[in-house]
C-alpha cells in the first residue's frame, strides 16, 4: 500500500476515533432551575418543584428524547455550576449580551417584560405609563420617561436580585442617584418593600404579576410601563455551555415545536395569565 495514503486512513480513523470519543448521546440531561421565582419557578406546599418552567422543561425533554433531572441552585450560582459541569442547561435565564460571553443560549422559550414594584402608599409616587409597554431601544419615547423615573427615584432605595439583567439596568439608570440594593430572591427583596425598608423593586413583569395575586401582597402594585429592550434579558432561554451545539439544537427544535404546538401559550397563560409565546424572525 502506499505509504502516503496509509498514513491518509490512519490520521482518519483517529480523528473519527477522537470525534466519537468526545460526542455526547444526552440521553440524561441535568437541567439548572432557582425553585425561588414563581411563576416561572418555585417549591411548591408538598416540597415540589412547580412553575411554568418546570412543566415547560418536561415537555421540551419529552420532545428532545432526553431524559431530564432538574437540580435546585441560587440564581447567582446557575451559570458558573453550568460552566462547572454541574448541569448541561440552566433554565430561566434572559438573553443579553454579557451572558453571551460566557453561555450559549437555545432560541427563546418566553417572551417577556420588567416593572417597578412599589408600596401603594408608600414613598415613590406613581411612574409613568403604569401598564403600558416600553421599549427602552425607542430612545425618543423611552428617555424622557426614564427620566422622569429617575427623578421621582432620585435618593431613594430601590430592590433587585443580584446578578440579574434588572440590576445592570437599574445601575446603568439610576446608579448614581439611587442606593441600588441587591437580594438572593426576589420573595426576599418583598419583605423589605412591605416592610419599607426599600422605595421600590424592579423585577420580571410575569413575576410581578403573578405575586400581586397571592395573600399577603395587598399593599404593593406596579408602576410605571412594562419595559423591555436595553440591556434587559426579557426573551428568556435555556443557557449551554459554550461550544455544545448538538445539545442547544435539540432544545431548539423542541421550543419551536412546543410554540407552534401551542404548548407555551397555555402554560404561560396558566401560570402567569400572559401569553409568553417567543417569535423566532432573525433565528
Not at 419557578?41 to 418536561?58: A, P, T
Not at 435546585?72 to 454579557?98: C, H, R, Y
Not at 442606593?179 to 419599607?196: F, H, I, N, Q
Amino acid at each position: 500500500m502506499n505509504k502516503k495514503l496509509l498514513l491518509a486512513i490512519v490520521a482518519a480513523a483517529l480523528s473519527f476515533t477522537g470525534t466519537a470519543a468526545n460526542a455526547k448521546d444526552w440521553t440524561h440531561v441535568k437541567v439548572g432551575i432557582e425553585g425561588a421565582f414563581p411563576p416561572w419557578n418555585m417549591i411548591d406546599s408538598g416540597g415540589k418543584l412547580s412553575g411554568f418552567d418546570v412543566d415547560l422543561i418536561q415537555d421540551l425533554c419529552t420532545r428532545a428524547k432526553v431524559e431530564c433531572e432538574l437540580i435546585t441552585g441560587e440564581w447567582t450560582s446557575l451559570i458558573p455550576s453550568l460552566n462547572a459541569g454541574k448541569f448541561d442547561l440552566v433554565m430561566t435565564l434572559g438573553i443579553n449580551e454579557k451572558r453571551k460571553q460566557v453561555v450559549d443560549f437555545t432560541v427563546p422559550y418566553a417572551s417577556g417584560v420588567a416593572s417597578f414594584l412599589t408600596l401603594k402608599d408608600g414613598t415613590v409616587t406613581a411612574f409613568p405609563m403604569t401598564g403600558e409597554r416600553l421599549n427602552l431601544n425607542d430612545h425618543a419615547k423611552a428617555d424622557s420617561v426614564m427620566a422622569e423615573i429617575g427623578k421621582e427615584l432620585k435618593g431613594k432605595s430601590v430592590g433587585v436580585v443580584g446578578s440579574t439583567s434588572q440590576e445592570q439596568l437599574i445601575q446603568s439608570y439610576f446608579g448614581n442617584t439611587v442606593t441600588v440594593r441587591t437580594y438572593k430572591s426576589s420573595p426576599e427583596r418583598d419583605l423589605d418593600l412591605k416592610a419599607g425598608r426599600i422605595d421600590a423593586g424592579f423585577d420580571s413583569g410575569v413575576y410581578a404579576t403573578s405575586m400581586l395575586t397571592k395573600p399577603g401582597n395587598e399593599d404593593l402594585q406596579m408602576s410605571g410601563p412594562l419595559v423591555k429592550g436595553a440591556m434587559l434579558a426579557t426573551e428568556v432561554a435555556l443557557g449551554t455551555r459554550k461550544g455544545e451545539a448538538d445539545l442547544r439544537e435539540k432544545f431548539d427544535a423542541a421550543i419551536k415545536s412546543a410554540a407552534e404546538a401551542g404548548v407555551i401559550k397555555t402554560l404561560s397563560e396558566k401560570w402567569s395569565k400572559l401569553d409568553l409565546t417567543p417569535t423566532f424572525s432573525g433565528n
